[in-house]
């Protein structure tokens, strides 16, 4: 299953991610995990268009993504896209094999503590994060690839 990169980013595709953690990673297709951009077409399409056409794009809720990866072999160098940390962390609870997290922008909201200048989390996905640390999973917080990596552990 050629999971190059799971990476956290609310902003989903845009600039940053394109011109930078795809071509770094000769990434071939995005899947995007999320149950509300799974549940809305019009998102979706803005995703697609987002992305250059050779850069497969496809969207997945949670639950449907564990289902998938269970039974299909990912063959294309794939990123998984998230929003947040409870996803994530779903995802490991639910057998998908991730060895390393990369988080990008979780901005700040109402609700949120900040942990760094681009990363805000609610109690929640404290706690996901917690978890996904617990399972000796390295969690980094990288806004682009040339950035200094700043393990997420010694901020929580």
Avoid: C, Y
């Avoid at 050629?2 to 899947?31: M, S």
């Avoid at 497969?56 to 947040?84: D, H, P, W, Y």
């Avoid at 994060?129 to 393990?151: G, H, T």
Wanted: net charge neutral.
């Amino acid at each position: 299953m050629p999971i190059i990169l799971t990476r956290i980013d609310d902003r989903l595709i845009h600039g940053q991610v394109i011109t930078t953690w795809v071509k770094n990673h000769n990434i071939e297709q995005v899947l995007i995990i999320n149950d509300k951009v799974a549940g809305d077409s019009v998102q979706q399409s803005v995703l697609t268009m987002s992305a250059p056409p050779e850069l497969k794009v496809q969207v997945f809720g949670v639950e449907k993504f564990i289902e998938v990866a269970k039974k299909v072999e990912i063959k294309r160098r794939s990123m998984l896209l998230f929003t947040n940390s409870i996803d994530v962390s779903l995802l490991i609870e639910g057998g998908v094999p991730i060895h390393r997290v990369n988080v990008g922008g979780m901005r700040m909201q109402e609700g949120r503590k900040s942990l760094s200048r681009a990363v805000a989390v609610t109690p929640e996905e404290e706690q996901a994060f917690k978890s996904i640390l617990a399972r000796n999973i390295p969690v980094e917080i990288q806004m682009v690839p040339k950035d200094q990596v700043i393990d997420l552990q010694t901020l929580i």
